[in-house]
């Protein structure tokens, strides 16, 4: 009877850092960048006006430059955040590929960073010249939906965190180890 003792012990100790280590790594899920506008690889053809960033859990702090093919920045104004959503004023100055360089900060407080690229065909600003008789040009806003973002997301200590569970357990686990032996000894 004093055998089967410790073995049940040793087995609720087991099954409780199982728990536990399932639990934590449910609760390691973070926020991600889940779509963009312009989406990543496009090509814009209309006139471009922001960069929405979508994300799938609110964010803040967002820090976002643009950069058009010269690597000159194209945004007009500062990134702001409205829940999952981040959104930059852009005015590209010229054709060709754009990229866009974001950070933000997770509800959890990750840091979380990533680039989307996309090319833009649409119409650009031209140096003035002198005033003529001309028609005015109509354009219509970008009407594009967002869609898969393939942007890298890192997280600055996912790793660390899940290595942390694993040092616990171990350690948990050879303590249980360690009084298993001293009870038997006895």
């Not at 060709?96 to 979380?112: F, I």
């Not at 996309?118 to 219509?140: D, I």
């Not at 290595?163 to 249980?176: D, P, R, T, Y």
């Amino acid at each position: 009877m004093s055998t089967s003792r410790p073995r049940r012990s040793v087995l609720v100790l087991l099954l409780a850092l199982a728990a536990w280590l399932t639990a934590a790594g449910t609760a390691q899920a973070h926020t991600g960048l889940t779509a963009s506008t312009p989406a990543e690889g496009s090509t814009v053809t209309e006139p471009l006006a922001a960069v929405t960033l979508t994300f799938s859990a609110a964010v803040r702090g967002p820090e976002v430059t643009v950069a058009g093919p010269d690597g000159a920045a194209v945004a007009t104004g500062e990134a702001t955040a409205d829940g999952a959503v981040v959104t930059v004023p852009v005015a590209p100055t010229a054709t060709g590929p754009h990229t866009v360089t974001w950070a933000v900060t997770s509800a959890d407080g990750h840091r979380l960073e990533g680039t989307v690229a996309f090319g833009y065909a649409g119409p650009v600003p031209t140096t003035a010249a002198p005033a003529t008789t001309a028609a005015p040009a109509t354009a219509t806003p970008e009407q594009a939906r967002p869609s898969e973002a393939a942007a890298t997301t890192e997280d600055d200590d996912g790793g660390s965190s899940t290595a942390a569970l694993v040092a616990v357990g171990v350690v948990v686990l050879a303590a249980g180890g360690g009084t298993l032996a001293l009870r038997r000894r006895r």
